[in-house]
């Protein structure tokens, strides 16, 4: 009798399996039909639509994105600032989720996974990778990418047309589908809805600070545009020891939060009739020793690069420019010892990174609470982009 029971059991437990295998493989073959934020136009409103989100191809994951945030590069490429951009398209590098499933051949990643996509990817395998100088993973062409994956064809449609991806994240849409390498697990106790930031400004200044720039103890700093990217710069130049943290921006309204974040002093440049560079040559004695433009103005690139001090000045180009801009200044300028040099992701090789920064911000060791001035829902979207047009925003946080 014992034994019948236990066969039948048994007979039981192997339905049970047959139908749970049955239902995954079911469930992993299926079409998502979610929200997202589409923009049909370079400037035009963007617009919420119900889309399709193809299920995760070979070494794809496909991820239900709870929280993200509106970076000024999502603002620039609406406006249509880079022409390689293909449109319709999903924006968004900002984001933070919970794996919904799994493509083949994915080994790192499973379902309920906490997650952060990244528009830098770490292959762990490519020259790049294996080279402690950068983080640029040579396995992307740019991280703005072709808006496909890598069988060259979108996983979202809408009413009945293929829409595009951006910096291989999309984090404007309820799901999303990345590549494996461009995704990091991140610790299951830490707010989706406050750490999407650590997907782009926060480690991007405050690692030009640590990273790029190698701020010393005891060093002068000025840091120009007081946005979640500046700000997060000022915080890297705090950490490392600096004494004198000069915000720079034209408009006032920054600086009182920017005080929270290290910076010492403030300079409007519109209070003044002569060059910036001038008036901060004198306020320093000479010049200071690292500055940071986090604007993406190649006129303030200059002004950066001219108020660093002559012998050992570093300037670090954070902002991104419109494509196509050039920047200059007289060659004296770097014959004079001073070094430019630019940084993408604030130099974080991003996999191993971003779960450290993550760490960091459980532990109450950098801030991110802090850059949030407004959480918005979905249908809000384009008021999180007037808000930082406006410059009454540092970071808006969009809740799906
Ligand atoms: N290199 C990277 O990897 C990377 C990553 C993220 C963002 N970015 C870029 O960094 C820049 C800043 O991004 P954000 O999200 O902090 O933007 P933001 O709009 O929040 O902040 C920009 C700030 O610059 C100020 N500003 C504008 N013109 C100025 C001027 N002439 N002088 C001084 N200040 C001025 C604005 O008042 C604002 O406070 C953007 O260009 C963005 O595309 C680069
Ligand atoms: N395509 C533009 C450059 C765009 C750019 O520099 N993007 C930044 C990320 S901005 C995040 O908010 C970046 O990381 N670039 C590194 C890379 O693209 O490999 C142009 O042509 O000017
Ligand atoms: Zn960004
Ligand atoms: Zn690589």
């Not at 790192?108 to 490519?126: N, R, T």
């Not at 590549?179 to 999407?196: F, N």
């Not at 990174?353 to 949030?372: A, G, H, Q, R, T």
Request: charged residues 20%; glycine residues 10%; proline residues 4%.
């Amino acid at each position: 009798m014992p034994q019948r029971t236990n066969g039948h059991f048994l007979l039981l437990l192997l339905q049970f399996q047959h139908f749970q295998s049955q239902f995954l493989i079911y469930e992993r073959v299926q079409i998502i039909t979610c929200q997202a934020v589409v923009a049909w136009k370079p400037n035009e409103p963007l617009s919420v639509e119900t889309i399709e989100v193809a299920p995760p191809k070979t070494g794809e994951v496909r991820v239900k994105i709870v929280a993200t945030g509106v970076c000024h590069t999502d603002v620039n490429l609406t406006a249509g600032y880079d022409p390689d951009v293909v449109f319709p398209v999903i924006f968004g590098h900002e984001g933070a989720g919970i794996v919904e499933s799994v493509g083949d051949g994915v080994t790192k990643f499973k379902s309920g996974d906490h997650v952060i996509p990244l528009y830098i990817p770490q292959c762990f395998e490519c020259r790049a990778c294996k080279n402690p100088k950068t983080n640029l993973c040579t396995k992307t062409g740019s991280s703005h990418g072709k808006g496909v994956m890598q069988d060259g064809t979108a996983r979202f449609t809408c009413k009945g047309q293929p829409v595009y991806h951006c910096m291989h994240t999309s984090t404007f849409s309820e799901y999303t589908v990345v590549e494996e390498i461009y995704l990091c697990k991140i610790d299951e106790a830490a707010p989706l809805e406050k750490v999407c930031l650590l997907g782009c400004g926060i480690p991007t200044g405050y690692g030009a600070a640590l990273n790029a720039a190698q701020v010393e103890k005891g060093s002068s700093c000025a840091v120009w545009g007081l946005g979640a990217v500046g700000l997060a710069a000022a915080m890297g130049c705090k950490a490392a020891g600096a004494t004198r943290i000069i915000g720079v921006d034209i408009n006032p309204e920054k600086f009182k939060l920017a005080e929270k974040f290290g910076c010492t002093e403030f300079v409007n440049p519109n209070d003044y009739d002569k060059p910036i560079q001038q008036v901060l040559m004198a306020k320093t004695q000479g010049g200071l020793d690292y500055t940071f433009e986090c604007v993406g103005n190649v006129l303030t690139m200059r002004a950066a690069l001219e108020s660093c001090c002559r012998g050992w000045g570093v300037s670090v180009i954070v902002g991104v420019a419109e494509s196509g801009r050039e920047i200059s200044t007289r060659p004296f300028y770097l014959i004079a010892g001073r070094t430019w040099k630019g940084t993408a992701f604030g130099g974080w090789k991003s996999v191993e990174s971003v779960p450290k920064l993550v760490s960091k911000y459980m532990n109450k060791e950098i801030m991110v609470d802090e850059f949030i001035t407004h959480t918005l829902r979905i249908d809000e979207i384009n008021e999180a982009f007037k808000l930082m047009k406006e410059g009454k925003s540092i970071r808006s946080v969009v809740i799906f």
